[in-house]
T-cell receptor, first 112, second 118 residues
Framework: DGGITQSPKYLFRKEGQNVTLSCEQN?????MYWYRQDPGQGLRLIYY???????QKGDIAEGYSVSREKKESFPLTVTSAQKNPTAFYLC???????????FGDGTRLSIL | AQKVTQAQTEISVVEKEDVTLDCVYE???????LFWYKQPPSGELVFLIR??????QNEISGRYSWNFQKSTSSFNFTITASQVVDSAVYFC???????????????FGAGTRLAVHP
């Protein structure tokens, strides 16, 4: 079955540590996205990518970095510069910009 | 600026009741899309519907129906004869104008938590 796979499901970060969240899709979608969800709030866009080797900052990109070396993969690194990383992170993809986005199951990141 | 407001934070109903989730949006774009997504307790977002700003026809899909009114900037979602499985957080979202560079972004409302009790 086609879909989006995020791993791990739960992740713990120590102070000063960088961590990387994985997102893989086999839907052959061009566009991929990373969102952050805080309790009781909607989703906020961190980064998005329309094609391989290209990505743009979303509304809350500070403290995060991404890469898009392959069409299927869009990993997100939460750096030590992100002072409040505890949140639920959702990855999404779409055929192209503006098409409905399909979401993964999410990664819940907590601070140790 | 673009904004989506879901004024209802939580709604609680008894099974078989009808329930309407409100969504009001703000945008200066003339071309945009509106979406509804469902987030069950497991966490993933499930796409329900996309509506083009040019198409104000109401849509019905089984027990779900959507009322899009451009005059009031609203895109409300009604569940008829609600069921326990409908319990989830529902998000309304707006995409930007493809010509303004905002086409890739989805602006989400804060969500409405719906609890359907047996």
């Amino acid at each position: 079955d086609g879909g989006i796979t995020q791993s791990p499901k739960y992740l713990f970060r120590k102070e000063g540590q960088n961590v990387t969240l994985s997102c893989e899709q086999n839907l052959n979608h061009d566009a991929m996205y990373w969102y952050r969800q805080d309790p009781g709030q909607g989703l906020r866009l961190i980064y998005y990518s329309q094609i391989v080797n290209d990505f743009q900052k979303g509304d809350i990109a500070e403290g995060y970095s991404v890469s898009r070396e392959k069409k299927e993969s869009f990993p997100l690194t939460v750096t030590s510069a992100q002072k409040n990383p505890t949140a639920f992170y959702l990855c999404a993809s779409s055929k192209r910009s503006g098409e409905p986005q399909h979401f993964g199951d999410g990664t819940r990141l907590s601070i140790l | 600026a673009q904004k989506v407001t879901q004024a209802q934070t939580e709604i609680s109903v008894v099974e078989k009741e009808d329930v309407t989730l409100d969504c009001v949006y703000e945008t200066r774009d003339t071309t945009y899309y509106l979406f509804w997504y469902k987030q069950p307790p497991s966490g993933e977002l499930v796409f329900l519907i996309r509506r083009n700003s040019f198409d104000e026809q109401n849509e019905i899909s089984g027990r779900y129906s959507w009322n899009f009114q451009k005059s009031t900037s609203s895109f409300n979602f009604t569940i008829t004869a609600s069921q326990v499985v409908d319990s989830a957080v529902y998000f309304c979202a707006l995409s930007g104008n493809m010509f303004s560079g905002g086409y890739n972004k989805l602006i989400f409302g804060a969500g409405t938590r719906l609890a359907v009790h047996p």
